[in-house]
Every structure is written in C-alpha cells, then in structure tokens.
C-alpha cells in the first residue's frame, strides 16, 4: 500500500487520521508514535518532524479513535482500552502501513500501549521502544491528578483548548478520564507484560510528574529482562517533551542511534 504523506486510514470500524514523514517502511525503518491520553496526531506539534530529521528514518503518527480527527469511540469505553489498542487496533495498523522494522514511541497512554504490544506479541520488526511517562500501573497521586483534569474540564477553559485539536473534546476526555476514575480501574497493571518485553527500552520521565512517580520506573527495572535506559529529567512533568523539549529530544536521538540494529536497518530496507 502506498501511503500518502497525511489522510486517513479504516481500522475495523474506524477511520484514523495519520501523517507519515520521511521514507517509507520499504525504504528505511519507521518510528510509529503513540500519543497520550489526551493527545493526537496534531498535539505532537513539531517533535515529530524534528525526530524525523535527526534519524533519518520514517515516522508515523496517528490519532486513535476518539482523538483529534479520526472516529468517536462509544463511551464509556471499556477498562481494558489500552489492551484493546495493542491486541486488536496496533497489529492491523502496523500491517496496514506496510510496518518492516522499527520503534515504537508512546507517551502516557501511548507508552503504556506499546509496552502491552511489545510484552504480548513476538514481533520480529520491532526493534526498541521509547516510552515517555509510562504508566504500569495506578497510583493514587496519579489518580488525585486525574481527578483534578475533570474538575478543569468542566470549571476552566480546558474543553475550549481541547476542541481545538479534536472535533469531539467530550468524546476524547471522558473517554480518557471515565475509565481512569472508575473504581475497578484501581486493579490496572500492566507489570506482568513487561517480563515478556524483548527489546531495548528507554524511558523519559520528568522528576515533577504529576501522574506518576519514580515508582513506574522502578517497576521496569525490576521487572525487564531487556536492556533499559532512563532519562528521570528535573523541571519536568507529564509532557517532557513539551517542558524540556531539547533534553528530551537529545536522549532520545542519542537512543535511537545506539540501538545496534539501526543502522542494519538501514542498509538492509
């Protein structure tokens, strides 16, 4: 299938806007990138053209359903989105857009997703994973954050700025924030997935994030048999790409540059 640089893509029941940067997967390895909970497609601002220029390889990015332009999603949406993601949504994605070899970079929800997928399927094509403030599993300061976003949905300006991005703000925030806040979400953890994870992994998190603590951290270093690098980045949050975008931007090239089979990748496309 030959892909053009931006349009929409039908997934199952779903149409899923998309851009694509830089050579196709015939031609070089793609970097797909999973956006946060909130995010889509167009959230990722300029990051995704810069990584583009400073590794050469192709770069994929998409809003699920829900977000930005692509398709609504019936709410509530069921505790087990984000396996849902990974086992039904990313496969046929990956084979849609012709995936070879390559990385997955998520952030927040995006991570978590592509930690699933690497930890539950044996995917030869994928050789690493980025994974920007991962969630492993719950906790409850994390939880106390997500309670406060409702709470400035609803009082502050925060739709308004949303609906910039996405033409149905409710359906992508609540879609999000219901299922966070839903008590049977307490018992999420994703943990047991990240022993089968058999790629390098680098994880960035800001020191101030404010839905989750070194703790998530901690857990993949205990729980991975794979290689895992860390970037725990002062005078950051939940978004370091957004809030020390250089820092970010640098250990994530650097990343990508050491993974040994890139430049295989790369000869071999």
Same mark, same amino acid.
């Given at each position: 299938m030959s892909l053009a640089e931006s349009g929409f893509l039908t997934i199952? &029941?779903?149409?899923?806007?998309?851009?694509?940067?830089?050579?196709?997967? =015939?031609?070089?390895?793609t970097i797909v990138m999973l956006h946060e909970g909130l995010g889509c497609a167009g959230l990722w601002g300029d990051f995704p053209d810069k990584l583009?220029?400073? !590794?050469?390889?192709?770069?994929?990015?998409?809003?699920?359903?829900?977000?930005?332009?692509?398709?609504?999603?019936?709410?509530?949406? &069921?505790?087990t989105y984000m396996h849902d993601e990974a086992s039904d949504v990313l496969p046929a994605l990956l084979d849609v857009i012709g995936f070879?070899?390559?990385?997955?970079?998520?952030?927040? *929800?995006?991570?978590?997703?592509?930690?699933?997928?690497a930890g539950t399927h044996q995917d030869h094509r994928l050789g690493a994973l980025v994974?920007?403030?991962?969630?492993?599993? !719950?906790? =409850?300061?994390?939880?106390a954050s997500i309670v406060e976003a409702k709470t400035a949905y609803e009082t502050t300006d925060l739709k308004?700025?949303?609906?910039?991005?996405?033409k149905d703000p409710d359906n992508a925030f609540y879609g999000w924030n219901g299922a966070w806040l839903d008590p049977d979400f307490r018992e999420? =953890?994703? !943990?047991?997935?990240? !022993?089968?994870? /058999?790629?390098?992994?680098?994880?960035?998190?800001?020191? *101030?994030?404010?839905?989750?603590?070194?703790?998530?951290?901690?857990?993949?270093?205990?729980?991975?048999?794979? &290689?895992?690098?860390?970037?725990?980045?002062? =005078?950051? /949050?939940?978004?370091?790409?957004?809030?020390?975008?250089?820092a970010t931007f640098r250990v994530i090239t650097d990343f990508v540059a050491n993974v040994g089979r890139i430049n295989e990748w790369a000869r071999a496309a």
């Open positions: 199952g &029941p779903h149409s899923l806007e998309y851009r694509f940067l830089g050579p196709r997967p =015939d031609r070089a390895p583009q220029r400073a !590794t050469g390889t192709g770069v994929f990015v998409y809003s699920r359903a829900g977000y930005g332009q692509s398709s609504p999603v019936a709410l509530p949406r &069921p505790l070879r070899r390559g990385i997955l970079l998520g952030h927040s *929800d995006g991570a978590s997703i592509a930690a699933i997928y994974l920007i403030a991962p969630h492993f599993f !719950t906790e =409850d300061s994390g939880i308004q700025k949303l609906a910039r991005w996405h999420w =953890d994703i !943990t047991e997935q990240l !022993t089968y994870i /058999r790629v390098p992994m680098l994880i960035v998190q800001g020191k *101030d994030d404010q839905y989750g603590t070194v703790k998530q951290i901690e857990a993949a270093e205990r729980e991975c048999y794979c &290689p895992v690098e860390v970037a725990l980045l002062a =005078d950051a /949050r939940h978004s370091p790409q957004r809030e020390q975008p250089e």
